[in-house]
């Protein structure tokens, strides 16, 4: 199985980490590209640790950069084979770092952006031990006619702005429409004039959402 290279940053407490908040990139990026979300989000839980691994398989669609999967083809059902295979390898670099940090199986959240997103919605909802947050910005959900394969209903945060482009809201609307619909708790954040990015009001519900999911 393919090993995933990581990028870490924290506890901002310097102390010993008691949760892992695993951040994982859009296509054409790397784990760089999240990382510095960090130190925003440590400043609300100055114990946690924060990883954001590079997604498995280099961009296609230019020389730099990775992806999780190809969008190339955005058939539904090649999206839903190719966050499918990728997902495996996720689930492997989540259970490495919380046994690396001697962390226990569920002291642990998953954020991601575009690609990101639609990876940690896919693989979050079917760990065997529920992450305490799951944190999707600008993304979509990919195979929601599969959600009955889910084995948790870990709570979800959607985050999308309204000018995206490249990525549009009405995915996030449909995916909490969805996930609603299969039980899952969800809260929502569309920012009206937002493109394909994250902002301050985003950034603050994100790190609301994380201490609540811990319990801070």
Known sequence: MVELHATRWGPASGGIPKQLIVLCHGVGADGRDLIDL?????AALPDAAFTAPDAPEPYDGAPMG?????IGDRDPARMANGVAKARPLL????????ARLSLPADAYALMGFSQGAMMVLYAGLRRATPPRAILAYSGALVAP?????RTNSAPVLLVHGESDDVV?????RDAATA???AGV?????????????IDPHGLAKGAAILRTGFGL
């Open 38 to 42: 960090a130190p925003h989000w440590g």
């Open 66 to 70: 990775r992806q999780w999967w190809s």
């Open 91 to 98: 689930d492997a670099f989540i259970d490495a770092e919380l």
């Open 145 to 149: 006619e599969q959600l009955a394969d």
């Open 168 to 172: 549009p809201a009405f995915r996030s």
């Open 179 to 181: 996930l609603r619909a």
């Open 185 to 197: 708790p969800v809260e929502t954040v569309f920012t009206a004039g937002l493109g394909h990015s």
